[in-house]
């Protein structure tokens, strides 16, 4: 694929950090808009989505820095700051957004559960535009195949030709990306016709996220990224597994206190 998207001079544009740009962008449209439809302050919107870049960085850079190589890193700590050779890890940066957009709501004193609803639509955006990055940088990649939907990478820069060149291999980041947009869609349904309380938008769409994300990881062929009990489970299988109890925990909290949606605006 490409892991360089362009350059300029000496400037040097990767593919997975363009993405990932582009999907906060999105991301925060979409909330941005959802907020201004229901009459809430979008400036919490804008500080969630600056906070949300800073968090998910690190987060994503530390569970990889600990559950996939912590090792390599110990031999030279120094090289845990090496951030343009990449290392990181998609779940991290979930933790991370999560936890951050919690504690700053709270502190503003707004309604917390509206507010994740809105970034409900905008966060399976955010999660397409990285596995495009994730697709021309050649990472999250499948195992051998015969299945005729399938990869194949022959360019030497790209993550997956290291493991497996000019292999076909499973299509997972578009399996990713498929996943992310049954979500997205499903979110837009029920917010049209079957949105209840709040807190729903949001439940739901981490919980179809957590199966969908689950299976996938089945197929994929970076053991790198952390397996266990012989390569049967990932390290992001378990914590699916986890998400998903989190996930339906939440939706049957914020039903039985079923504050109402935030009114349209008359």
């Known amino acids: 694929m490409r892991p360089v998207l362009f350059k300029f001079g000496s400037i040097v544009f990767p593919s997975y950090t363009f993405m990932i740009m582009v999907g906060v962008l999105v991301a925060t449209w979409l909330g941005l808009k959802v907020l201004k439809e229901r009459g809430l302050p979008v400036v919490y919107g804008l500080d969630m989505a600056m906070i949300g870049i800073v968090a998910g960085f690190l987060g994503a850079r530390i569970v990889h820095v600990l559950v996939e190589a912590p090792a390599y890193y110990l031999e030279s700590p120094v090289r845990v700051f090496y951030f343009w050779q990449g290392g990181f890890v998609s779940w991290g940066a979930y933790v991370a957004v999560m936890v951050s957009f919690y504690f700053y709501l709270r502190?503003?004193?707004?309604?917390?559960?509206?507010?994740?609803?809105?970034?409900?639509?905008?966060?399976?955006?955010?999660?397409?535009?990285?596995?495009?990055?994730?697709?021309l940088t050649g990472c999250c990649f499948g195992k051998p195949t015969d299945f005729f939907i399938h990869l194949t990478f022959t360019n030497p820069a790209s993550t997956a030709y290291q493991f497996y060149p000019n292999m076909p291999l499973h299509a997972t980041q578009l399996y990713l990306m498929l996943n992310v947009l049954i979500i997205q869609g499903v979110i837009w349904w029920i917010y049209k016709k079957h949105w209840r309380f709040q807190g729903q938008l949001f439940s739901v769409?981490?919980?179809?996220?957590?199966?969908?994300?689950?299976?996938?990881?089945?197929?994929?062929?970076?053991?790198?990224?952390?397996?266990?009990?012989?390569?049967?489970?990932?390290?992001?299988?378990?914590?699916?597994?986890?998400?998903?109890?989190?996930?339906?925990?939440?939706?049957?909290?914020?039903?039985?206190?079923?504050?109402?949606?935030?009114?349209?605006?008359?």
């Open 107 to 135: 502190w503003r004193r707004v309604p917390i559960a509206a507010y994740f609803d809105a970034f409900a639509f905008g966060i399976p955006m955010a999660i397409f535009f990285g596995r495009i990055g994730c697709l």
């Open 205 to 266: 769409s981490v919980a179809l996220y957590a199966v969908g994300r689950f299976f996938i990881e089945f197929l994929r062929g970076d053991a790198d990224r952390g397996v266990y009990f012989g390569g049967n489970i990932s390290s992001g299988q378990i914590f699916m597994v986890a998400l998903f109890i989190f996930a339906m925990g939440l939706y049957f909290y914020f039903k039985r206190k079923a504050l109402p949606p935030p009114p349209l605006p008359s």
